[in-house]
């Protein structure tokens, strides 16, 4: 058979069931990895920000989503911003209802121009569009470099 034909009928199709042991190494390359380390070890927040036309991305951007240019000038940020937007999910990834209702954000920290997505913790009732939030991390012991050594975020 050609490399190229299609099979159109199903009982010509060959399944072979199995395993392939696979490894991996992934890496948030360079332009995350001191974001992720600054998090860990320091608990601080660290974007960039654009030479040309100053947008200020968190996490941080090899290149500016505006105009293209390649960024390489760092900024420290606060552990605080604003609320942009949030939804309260009653039910998990798989549908299946949560035992207390989840808040998810848009947080865009003071000094930034773009928003990330993170937990709002705390009641919903306590919660609302445009209102202040600040960081609540783990404990520095339990940190692993990633976005959940962010516990989320608390209206302040
Ligand atoms: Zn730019």
Redesign the pocket.
């Known amino acids: 058979m050609a490399v190229l034909r299609k099979r159109n009928r199903r009982e010509d199709q060959i399944f072979v069931e199995g395993n392939i042991p696979m490894e991996y190494l992934y890496t948030v390359g360079p332009t995350l990895e001191p974001f992720f380390r600054k998090l860990k070890d320091k608990g601080e927040f660290n974007g960039v920000k654009?030479?040309?036309?100053?947008?200020v991305y968190v996490p941080p951007s090899l290149f500016?989503?505006?105009?293209?240019?390649k960024?390489t000038k760092n900024v420290k940020l606060p552990s605080k911003g604003i609320l942009e937007s949030y939804t309260v999910a009653h039910y998990d990834h798989l549908g299946e209802p949560l035992s207390k209702p989840e808040i998810w954000g848009l947080i865009r920290l003071d000094g930034a121009d773009t928003p990330f997505v993170h937990r709002i913790l705390g009641d919903p009732k306590n919660v609302e569009l445009g209102c202040q939030v600040k960081v609540k991390l783990k404990a520095k012991a339990k940190r692993t470099g990633s976005m959940n050594d962010i516990d989320g975020f608390v209206p302040a």
């Open positions: 654009c030479g040309r036309c100053g947008t500016c989503e505006a105009c293209f240019e960024m």
